[in-house]
């Protein structure tokens, strides 16, 4: 693939794997489903699918984040809810999300 190409791709894509992020009822689910709100969150979030990783996997992963701001959420939102439970939050805010969009 061409560069063109993957700007392309890029520029029609991001706004909907953005869109997890900012929205809010991604964080009302997340908040449901028994997070705290804000950064806990997006690290609990992003980093369900890899399971109930601890701070040291998400930051080698996140590697742009502080690791003491990584390491306030992971692994206690794993305390709070599954990552099971946190993908399914995650999934149902981004539905409500494009719902109303």
Excluded at 91 to 98: H, I, K, N, P
């Amino acid at each position: 693939m061409d560069a063109r190409t993957g700007k392309r791709c890029h520029d029609v894509l991001n706004p909907l794997h953005s869109l997890v992020y900012f929205a809010p009822e991604a964080e009302a689910e997340l908040v449901a489903a028994g997070l705290a709100e804000g950064r806990m969150g997006y690290f609990a979030s992003r980093s369900a699918p890899m399971g109930a990783v601890g701070a040291a996997t998400v930051r080698a992963t996140f590697y742009n984040f502080a690791p003491a701001l990584i390491g306030r959420h992971i692994p206690a939102a794993w305390d709070l809810a599954t990552p099971a439970t946190v993908t399914a939050a995650r999934l149902r805010g981004v539905d409500r999300a494009l719902r109303r969009a």
